[in-house]
């Protein structure tokens, strides 16, 4: 009988909650059974497949809920930038049951005063560090002459899988700067941080039955598959993050400038013990690697798929190179204000790549009003960027690779506010930098070499990998790089 009388009371709960719901100025959107809502009609990874047909029906901004939470999507790029420039929506969401995967501190997930002085802080030494500048260049410029010299010249002319030595490359540039530690193009020992984080992100059915019913975290975690979790998400911190964290604290000097980004931790952490904790300064590695490394991997493999669907950018941008750089010299950074192709090429790679299509949710702290609409405190905001990026409006003919929307009459680069594979606003990605430099060399570099193809008989179709949490990469493709 108790049983009984709990169930009504929660389904007359939820049906109050569902007719409340629909008497506010709301956005619009479906409405679907109460609680339930859009739980299961929303696709769980590549949740902007779903929310594009939304789109198409709702507007440039409108309303899904799953389980109670409300979360709005908005797809106009003004709209956008409006809303992630309040003060009022700089939350990420917090779920107490996810704090064994550190979720409460560090960069990218932490709230209030932590995320404002650990992004504050992380930013400064970044700039200190070089970030964007010469220092960052050599390291980029290590990891490039490996690729280019024990991984593509070997293989000059043939089918060749890349994928895993680019991953390490990119990889271990962050590392170098995180801990000053210059790993071969053939250690892969950076590259177990990502891997990692890709395999945790494989189980979101898992995630959300625990913030569903917290309750379940009070089991045995091997009997609700915790524990396996648990020892994938542990094993880098536990083998590269954990003592590197150790090494440095036996040498770093805590009042002379600092060698890298874990002696910036550990000197933040003698100043402020209690929020620079060894959990907080884990996290905010791992986060490093997230803001700079996946995005980065994937965009270049775009921009490699995309330079040989269409041939003819290929031969423009290899021209752009050597006539600015030449044969004898590696490009650098200061080479890019007389390359405007090559940068159009890039911003149109991070156009059609969409690397980021939803990006990580918002939540607002305050109800806030916004494209005439009232989005109610503790509300999700997703960033649809996807619609953004292949508006047609926005930009024409959003199917085809073409750099020169990026350029104006006289050839110069001529930025357009609605590209923003970033994000914008406060929680903006702080790794822009690194990766825009990344990129540049990266593909400056390899077309300077050698001109790329596809294998005879083989034509990429443009689909993305359908299990990638987050990011959007490109299915895996061989090329063959020629030297020109």
Same mark, same amino acid.
């Given at each position: ?66 389980? &109670? ?118 250690? %892969? ?16 059915a898992l995630f959300g039955m625990m913030i569903v019913c917290p309750a379940l975290m009070k089991l045995p975690y091997r009997l609700t598959g915790m524990q396996k979790l648990l020892d994938i998400f542990e094993l880098p911190i536990n083998t590269l993050i954990q003592p590197a964290i150790h090494a440095h604290a036996q040498t770093v000097d805590l009042d002379s400038e600092p060698r890298d980004y874990i002696d ?67 490009? %650098? ?38 494209? &005439? ?56 990605c702080l790794g822009e930098a690194m990766a825009r430099a990344e990129l540049f060399l990266f593909v400056t570099s390899v077309l300077q070499r050698y001109t790329l193809r596809f294998p005879d008989g083989f034509h990429h179709d443009l689909s993305c990998l359908e299990h990638k949490q987050i990011i959007r990469e490109p299915t895996p493709f061989d090329l063959v790089f020629e030297r020109a």
């Amino acid at each position: 009988m108790l049983l009984i009388l709990v169930v009504l009371v929660l389904v007359v709960a939820a049906f109050v909650l569902y007719v409340k719901d629909g008497d506010n100025n709301r956005p619009p959107g479906p409405r679907g059974l109460p609680f339930i809502q859009q739980t299961f009609s929303v696709e769980l990874v590549r949740k902007e497949r779903t929310y594009m047909k939304l789109a198409k029906q709702y507007g440039p901004i409108f309303q899904v809920s799953a389980f &109670g939470i409300p979360t709005v999507i908005i797809s106009d790029p003004d709209l956008i930038r409006e809303a992630f420039s309040l003060p009022t929506t700089t939350l990420r969401p917090y779920f107490k049951v996810l704090e064994v995967f550190l979720i409460d501190v560090g960069i990218v997930f932490s709230n209030g005063e932590v995320w404002q002085y650990t992004r504050r802080s992380t930013l400064h030494h970044l700039r200190n560090l070089g970030m964007g500048r010469s220092k960052l260049e050599g390291v980029i410029h290590d990891q490039i002459s490996g690729f280019l010299d024990e991984v593509l010249a070997p293989s000059e002319g043939r089918p060749l899988s890349f994928d895993q030595s680019l991953r390490v490359a990119v990889a271990n540039i962050i590392w170098g700067t995180v801990s000053s530690e210059q790993f071969a193009i053939g250690d %892969t020992r950076a590259l177990a941080v990502m891997d990692s984080f890709d395999e945790v992100g494989k189980h979101l059915a898992l995630f959300g039955m625990m913030i569903v019913c917290p309750a379940l975290m009070k089991l045995p975690y091997r009997l609700t598959g915790m524990q396996k979790l648990l020892d994938i998400f542990e094993l880098p911190i536990n083998t590269l993050i954990q003592p590197a964290i150790h090494a440095h604290a036996q040498t770093v000097d805590l009042d002379s400038e600092p060698r890298d980004y874990i002696d910036c931790l550990l000197q933040e952490q003698h100043r402020n013990p209690t929020l620079f904790t060894n959990r907080h300064m884990q996290r905010c590695i791992l986060d490093l690697f997230v803001a700079g490394y996946d995005t980065t991997t994937s965009t270049l493999r775009w921009a490699f798929c995309f330079l040989c669907t269409w041939p003819e950018v290929q031969r423009r941008l290899r021209a752009e190179i050597l006539a600015v750089v030449g044969e004898e010299r590696p490009p %650098t950074l200061a080479d890019r204000p007389r390359m405007p192709y090559t940068e159009a090429v890039l911003m149109e790679t991070q156009r059609l790549g969409d690397i980021a299509p939803v990006g990580i949710e918002h939540v607002t702290s305050e109800t806030i009003q916004l494209g &005439g609409y009232t989005i109610q405190r503790g509300t999700q905001l997703h960033a649809l960027l996807t619609a953004v990026h292949m508006n047609p409006t926005l930009f024409p003919e959003p199917d085809q690779f073409r750099p020169e929307r990026f350029l104006n009459a006289d050839g110069k680069v001529q930025p357009n506010k609605a590209l923003m594979p970033f994000s914008v606003g406060r929680r903006a990605c702080l790794g822009e930098a690194m990766a825009r430099a990344e990129l540049f060399l990266f593909v400056t570099s390899v077309l300077q070499r050698y001109t790329l193809r596809f294998p005879d008989g083989f034509h990429h179709d443009l689909s993305c990998l359908e299990h990638k949490q987050i990011i959007r990469e490109p299915t895996p493709f061989d090329l063959v790089f020629e030297r020109a």
